[in-house]
């Protein structure tokens, strides 16, 4: 069955360390999306793609990067992390109607 | 601009009704989706109108206005499983879904 991934589940890192989350679909989906998800903002777009080598800034992308090699990754990486970006960040994917499938998300701390 | 209304938190009682509503103001308008995401858990597909009217699936309804821009999420029967956030989304065309902050919802017996 198709699914869409994320790793790792949970990380603890420290403030000014470079991290990646990794986000795979098999859905062999175009759209990939990344958001962040904090109590009292609901879900808010950091960065997303189109399509491979395509990528698009959201709502929040400062310190967040993002690139798209092939169809079913698309990697978040923050530069340099700070205690701002402690959340739990969710990877989506869809199909040209926009009905977005979430992964199971990465629950992120920065002390 | 763009924003998408929705209460906060809402409660109910087993085998009532609910029903939560969600306002919208976006460009390029192409549907309203509808996810559930219970505690801990990843947002789940429920229902996308495209159309005006009413969608039924089961004990789940969603409406649509477009003229308005407004629309509705009808639950029926209430279970003490159906205790979750609710989160209305806007289609936009060309570009990624504009998500509201999400509903609440506290089922009691």
């Known amino acids: 069955d198709a699914e869409i991934t994320q790793s790792p589940r949970h990380k603890i890192t420290e403030t000014g360390r470079q991290v990646t989350l990794a986000c795979h679909q098999t859905w062999n989906h175009n759209n990939m999306f990344w958001y962040r998800q904090d109590l009292g903002h609901g879900l808010r777009l950091i960065h997303y793609?189109?399509?491979?080598?395509?990528?698009n800034k959201g709502e929040v992308s400062d310190g967040y990067s993002v690139s798209r090699s092939n169809t079913e990754d698309l990697p978040l990486t923050l530069e340099s992390a700070a205690s701002s970006q402690t959340s739990v960040y969710f990877c989506a994917s869809s199909a040209q109607n926009n009905e977005q499938f979430f992964g199971p998300g990465t629950r992120l701390t920065v002390l | 601009g763009q924003n998408i209304d929705q209460p906060t938190e809402m409660t109910a009682t087993e085998g009532a009704i609910v029903q939560i509503n969600c306002t919208y103001q976006?460009?390029?308008?192409?549907?309203l989706f509808w996810y559930q995401q219970h505690a801990g858990e990843a947002p789940t597909f429920l229902s996308y109108?495209?159309?005006?009217g009413l969608e039924e699936k089961g004990r789940f309804s969603s409406f649509l206005s477009r003229s308005k821009g407004y629309s509705y999420l009808l639950l029926k029967e209430l279970q003490m499983k159906d205790s979750a956030s609710y989160l209305c989304a806007a289609n936009q065309a060309g570009t990624a879904l504009i998500f509201g902050k999400g509903t609440t919802l506290s089922v009691s017996s």
């Open positions: 109108n495209v159309l005006d």
């Open positions: 976006t460009s390029g308008f192409n549907g």
């Open positions: 793609s189109y399509g491979v080598h395509d990528t």
